[in-house]
């Protein structure tokens, strides 16, 4: 319990608002998680699975209707329109608030409210920031305890304080009609209601971590980020770190938990995953750009996660892991889903608890299937991931999945060059996603969706972080595992060798190796990225380094009608646009 008068004042108009039967205060104790997960497989919502072969793991299935983050259901609803910005749908206020009680009221009667004192980051960190979520779902109290810092030691540190971000999250009747995910930067409230699926409802994740999280970063001069951080330590012992910002389908997980090649495994290199999504970063007292992940847990995508993409991804779902909509196989009561291997269960329910033959065609495990594991179970989990004060960041990575524009690799000018670079990052559609294969989807620093108001001042604030820093800023570089031959195939190996090319960007970091100018920026010299080993010639790779000023033509009048959504486009990215330009025609 907690005797902070601002957060008894909001339960007390919640609970009058929802009319809940009673109301439990999450304490973050074993034992009360324990009772939780017994009554949700007494009800149904949970099924607890194998326990030698999966201990601590149980399997959800949302409703049919409700399996993905929906962005046209999603509200940035800030005192303007202006301030929510041309790439967020925006409602005003005062409408939304209307709206959502209406919704609201009465929607916990015969219910529990359950209330989740969280901290987005470790608890106490003068980086952290405290949430109060209330939830109707024991599903969301049991991925919320996986996912953040829940518990008696979050009201502690909260104290009398006033500083702390609102969660109210309804289940109501799952209606996609009536489902609305809303923001309110101003008020640091966010409310979610008729969904039940984790990235909807799991309020410390995108909808608090990013989304409110990047406006309160603008207001206090730090920033949240949709960004991996690695930590490659090298023979020597020492160890870099990179925050990496990559769209979706790009590999993200994998590079945050990236295992070297034999070889350099062998050399004593290892790779430490800080965080697979979100890192929140700061300037430290030593001038330099430091970052924690606020999370404590994964959310990851299950189909596709193996032990050749990314086994330890797959180890840390090994124990105390919620599965949703995955296959139940019910021979030995554990799960699967595509891509994990190549044995689908015979005797089996699909993601909606039918029965299910592989043979059919039909995917067993829905697409968007997910895994919640505590990030302690991560066989590369970092030992600075409990550190308060996060790591300090030498590298920004960003990326896309691009067939023949961006090189392997490049890195920008300067720090301002870097904000261009990133805000001009796009991916390809693949067969993946709905509609066309090979659309060019703009999706700046991977910030798009997540971005809690307007993107114009976003990349302002990327330039005033920049102005702060001053020469102790990250070097800024943009990677491509995805460049295809003529013949459509990749032309990179990926995975793990993906490493080859983080040495040459610490390389560059500390000065090591020279680089070769080009109109985008620099790129290696071929002869300092080790193909040594792979399938890959000398020629490849410096196919694989090439700038082809006519399809670099194609991309800056591309650039430049993108732009032009932006009502508050900083004058500096239309410079570097112009630059852009003019050394491609040099």
């Keep these: 319990m907690t005797t902070n008068a601002s957060v008894l004042a909001w339960i007390d108009q919640m609970k009058e608002l929802t009319n809940p039967d009673t109301v439990v205060y999450i304490d973050g104790s074993e034992a009360q998680l324990e009772q939780l997960r017994q009554q949700a497989v007494k009800t149904g919502e949970m099924i607890k699975l194998n326990q030698e072969k999966l201990p601590g793991c149980y399997l959800h299935r949302t409703a049919v209707n409700d399996v993905a983050r929906v962005e046209g259901r999603t509200f940035i609803c800030a005192r303007t329109k202006e301030e929510a910005g041309p790439t967020n749908n925006w409602m005003d206020p005062k409408e939304a608030y209307a709206l959502l009680y209406g919704i609201a009221k009465g929607a916990y009667a015969g219910r529990t409210m359950y209330v989740i004192p969280y901290s987005m980051g470790p608890v106490g960190s003068e980086f952290s920031k405290i949430g109060v979520e209330l939830t109707d779902s024991i599903y969301v109290v049991l991925n919320m305890a996986i996912m953040t810092r829940v518990g008696d030691a979050v009201w502690e540190v909260l104290g009398d304080s006033t500083d702390w971000v609102k969660g109210l999250h309804c289940k109501c009747d799952i209606d996609e009609e009536k489902r609305y995910i809303c923001h309110f930067p101003e008020d640091n409230t966010i409310i979610s209601v008729n969904s039940g699926y984790g990235g909807n409802v799991l309020l410390g994740k995108k909808c608090f971590a990013l989304r409110i ?19 490659l330590e090298k023979p020597n012992g020492e160890i870099k770190y990179i925050a990496a910002a990559f769209p979706s389908a790009c590999g993200k997980t994998n590079l945050a938990m990236l295992i070297p090649p034999e070889k350099y495994r062998k050399l004593g290199y290892k790779v430490w995953c800080v965080g697979d999504d979100i890192a929140w970063m700061r300037i430290g007292e030593d001038g330099r750009l430091w970052a924690v992940n606020p999370e404590n847990g994964f959310f990851g995508v299950a189909p596709g996660t193996n032990e050749k993409s990314n086994p330890n991804a797959l180890h840390t779902t090994q124990k105390d892991t919620i599965f949703t909509n995955v296959v ?50 991560c066989p590369c989990i970092s030992p600075e991931f409990e550190n308060g004060k996060g790591v300090p960041i030498s590298a920004i990575v960003f990326g896309g999945r691009r067939a023949k524009a961006a090189p392997l690799v490049y890195q920008s000018r300067d720090w301002k060059h870097g904000v261009f670079v990133g805000s001009v990052m796009a991916s390809e559609t693949t067969a993946a996603a709905t509609g066309a294969v090979g659309v060019v989807r703009h999706d700046p620093m991977a910030m798009i969706p997540f971005c809690g108001y307007n993107m114009g001042d976003y990349f302002a604030h990327w330039l005033e972080m920049g102005e702060k820093l001053g020469d102790k800023a990250p070097k800024i570089f943009n990677v491509n595992w995805f460049r295809l031959d003529d013949e459509g195939n990749f032309m990179w190996p990926g995975f793990g060798d993906n490493m080859r090319v983080l040495n040459w960007i610490l390389d560059r970091c500390e000065g090591k190796v020279d680089a070769v100018e080009t109109p985008i920026g620099y790129v290696p010299h071929p002869a300092d990225i080790d193909i040594d080993g792979l399938d890959v010639t000398e020629d490849t790779l410096k196919e694989l380094l090439d700038v082809d000023k006519d399809v670099w033509t194609a991309e800056a009048a591309d650039i430049e009608e993108f732009y032009k959504k932006f009502d508050r486009l900083p004058d500096e990215m239309k410079k570097q646009l112009a630059t852009l330009k003019e050394n491609l025609q040099k």
Excluded at 213 to 231: C, D, K
Excluded at 352 to 375: I, L, V, Y
């Design 213 to 231: 999280a990047s406006f309160l970063g603008r207001n206090e001069g730090w920033m949240a980020e949709h960004m991996l951080i690695l930590g």
């Design 328 to 377: 139940h196989n019910l021979d030995d009561n554990t799960v699967w889903w595509e891509g994990l291997d190549k044995n689908p269960p015979t005797n089996a329910l699909n993601w909606k608890g039918e029965k299910w033959d592989p043979a059919s065609g039909e995917k067993g495990a829905h697409p968007n299937s997910r895994f919640t594991a505590p990030a302690k179970n």
